[in-house]
């Protein structure tokens, strides 16, 4: 089977992120909730954090990689960059109070995957503050028919169900923190379902 060309894996992804972008006009903020039992992690997240109000430029992660950051042009919400060694930020998500980092799979996102809980992540940002963060959750997502860009999920950790504007505001509503996003390729569909990746802020 031939493999899919740059155009339609790059029109996966803007696909995906257009529906986020489209239910992010909804009124439904949501904290997000760690699943995990360590305490430390709980506290962090509800320690006192200076919120960036300026945009991100550079980010870096300890032994994997350390990346610049692009904006997405004006009046283009879903665009995501087309190149290797370079991330975009999700303007909405900044709209919101959250870090939100776009790649393709195939592109940087793949350095996603290999993230693990407790890595630590510093962006700086457009201020020339460098912000450090620390990955708490790693959520992957099946899309129960991809060929439905409104299609519920599963979380494949906890095997319940959302919808898709629940997985927005879980990811990129509530308190300040960075997501994470790519997508997840399985069986031949590259728009089989998405990883997130969500770090908390601390202080050193």
């Known amino acids: 089977m031939p493999r899919p060309t740059l155009y339609n ?3 996966t992804l803007a696909l995906v992120c257009a529906l986020l972008i489209l239910i992010s006009s909804y ?13 430390s992690t709980k506290k962090l997240f509800y320690k006192k954090i200076s919120i960036p109000t300026a945009l991100a430029e550079w980010v870096s992660v300890s032994g994997l990689f350390s990346l610049p950051i692009m904006q997405q042009p004006d009046n283009n919400p879903i665009y995501v960059a087309n190149k290797s060694n370079i991330l975009t930020q999700f303007e909405r ?14 592109l940087s996102g793949k350095e996603f995957s290999k993230l693990k809980i407790g890595q630590e992540i510093s962006i700086t940002y457009t201020d020339h503050i460098v912000r450090n963060y620390r990955v708490s959750n790693i959520y992957h997502y099946q899309k129960l028919d991809p060929s439905d860009l409104f299609s ?3 979380d494949l950790g906890s095997g319940r169900e959302f919808s898709t504007n629940e997985v927005f505001n879980q990811f990129y509503r509530g308190r300040h923190h960075v997501t994470l996003q790519t997508c997840l390729e399985e069986n031949g569909r590259l728009d089989w379902g998405l990883l997130f990746v969500v770090a908390l802020p601390f202080n050193q």
Not at 31 to 39: E, L, Q
């Open 9 to 11: 894996r790059t029109r």
């Open 27 to 39: 009124p439904q903020p949501v904290v997000i909730t760690s699943t995990t039992n360590n305490k």
């Open 93 to 106: 998500a900044n709209q919101n109070g959250v870090t939100g980092l776009l790649a393709h799979n195939f």
């Open 152 to 154: 519920d999920l599963i």
